[in-house]
């Protein structure tokens, strides 16, 4: 049994800036806790995993694979580096790599700083006018820029952006409406960040996670896409959570969980086997 009271102690024990909570099982809210009015608020990096769905859905309608390159999607902008082989040229980098955020950099591109002082400049173009530093697949690099190049190639081969095209096939059948969501001064959906949701919506997002897609009867995204990117695609270093490995757009955790993670505290942890 889980006992919240000592949770919330804990919380004001440790002067814990939390606001809300819930705990599902079995698809039921056995637990809540709201110190705060359960508002939307900015999810950060919770943001790259509602993005990972929107590629689901793309490959399933044959719009992409995970093979598609920036240079397939974007060959206007493609740059090359005379300096570097072929493999390394940003252009030559997968959607996987994208996605499993290996693709090559030591140094990631589009931090909140960086992207406050690239107002004026296109985003796709400065992205693939940076040189690699090491072979795709060879480092794991936690990158915002890599999910905001994933968001431009989703939103290049359907046609929508990433926030509208999942309103009708997500968002919706979930009971989210009117969805704010940043976009970059091209018009394309943040994707890494930017996703304006409250707890109790993210528990639905958790929810259909565990019920690998499966909502009200209804396959809104694939089972084995979920599958896929909750295993680690992934070696990463750190200290406990953070060193359990990547998958894509999620990160791993101890106790056979994964969860989405965002900046300052938004989680949304999944525990397949509790």
């Keep these: 049994m889980l006992n919240m009271t ?13 606001f809300n909570v819930r705990v599902l099982q079995n698809g039921t809210l056995v637990e809540k806790v709201d110190l705060a009015e359960d508002i939307r608020r900015l ?35 493609a740059f090359t580096h005379k300096e570097v082989l072929p493999s390394m040229q940003p252009g030559e980098l997968t959607l996987l790599d994208l996605l499993r955020m290996s693709t090559g950099h030591d140094s990631p591109p589009f931090w909140v700083e960086e992207r406050l002082a690239l107002k004026d ?21 936690y990158s915002s ?3 905001i190049m994933i968001s431009a190639m989703v939103q290049a081969r359907v046609g929508q952006t990433v926030k509208d095209y999942l309103v009708p096939r997500l968002f919706a059948p979930l009971g989210i409406e009117n969805v704010d969501w940043e976009t970059t001064p091209q018009g394309i959906t943040l994707g890494c960040a930017g ?16 019920q690998k897609g499966m909502w009200q ?33 999620f990160w791993l955790c101890t106790h056979d969980a994964y969860r989405a993670d965002g900046a300052h505290g938004q989680f949304c942890f999944a525990y397949a086997h509790r």
């Design 43 to 77: 999810q950060h990096s919770v943001s790259k995993s509602f993005t990972c769905m929107a590629v689901g859905l793309a490959i399933e309608e044959g719009k992409l694979t995970l093979n598609t390159t920036l240079k397939d999607v974007f060959p206007n902008y």
């Design 195 to 210: 996703l304006q949701i409250n707890t109790e919506e993210l528990s639905r997002f958790g929810q259909l996670l565990l």
């Design 6 to 18: 000592r949770f919330e102690a804990k919380i004001h024990e440790r002067g814990l800036n939390v």
């Design 217 to 249: 009867g209804q396959q809104l995204i694939p089972a084995a896409w979920i599958d896929f990117n909750t295993q680690k695609q992934t070696e990463n270093n750190g200290a406990g959570d953070w060193g359990q490995g990547y998958g894509c757009q």
């Design 121 to 141: 400049v296109n985003w796709i173009q400065h992205y693939l006018s940076l040189p690699l530093d090491r072979p795709p697949g060879e480092q794991f690099t």
């Design 145 to 147: 820029g890599d999910t």
